[in-house]
């Protein structure tokens, strides 16, 4: 397995015209949820909406709190739960926000590749 980068957008759910700088974040298939440096989400006008309990790949707790963001990387977007990361914490791309994206991870390539949903 391989790692790679790539650079998000947030963009505010109530007035789209406000959007992030880009953000550089490893995408990490291991990680539910997508992680935003709090101020980049405080900046764009995402609120906290409530706490969650996490643990890190080295067995450590956290506590953060989750917000509502669209995200976009290059032509994909979705709306998803925003982790509001601390310093210290890392920028990730997580595993909800990429299914969300309709696309799988091509780890070869470093790119997504767009797919087809399945009805069931």
């Not at 900046?43 to 506590?63: M, S, Y």
Request: glycine fraction near 8%; proline fraction near 2%.
């Amino acid at each position: 397995m391989s790692m790679f980068r790539v650079d998000i957008t947030v963009v505010n759910l109530k007035n789209e015209d406000i959007l992030s700088s880009l953000v550089d974040a490893l995408v990490d298939t291991g990680s539910e949820l997508t992680w935003i440096p709090r101020e980049i989400l405080e900046k764009t006008g995402i609120k906290p909406r409530r706490e969650r309990q996490f643990v890190t790949a080295d067995g450590k707790h956290l506590t953060r709190e989750i917000g509502y963001a669209i995200l976009r990387v290059d032509e994909y977007e979705t709306t998803d739960e925003v982790v509001f990361a601390e310093k210290g914490d890392l920028s990730l791309l997580g595993v909800r926000t990429i299914e969300g994206f309709g696309v799988m991870v091509d780890n070869i390539g470093h790119r997504f590749v767009a797919q087809t949903s399945i009805v069931a």
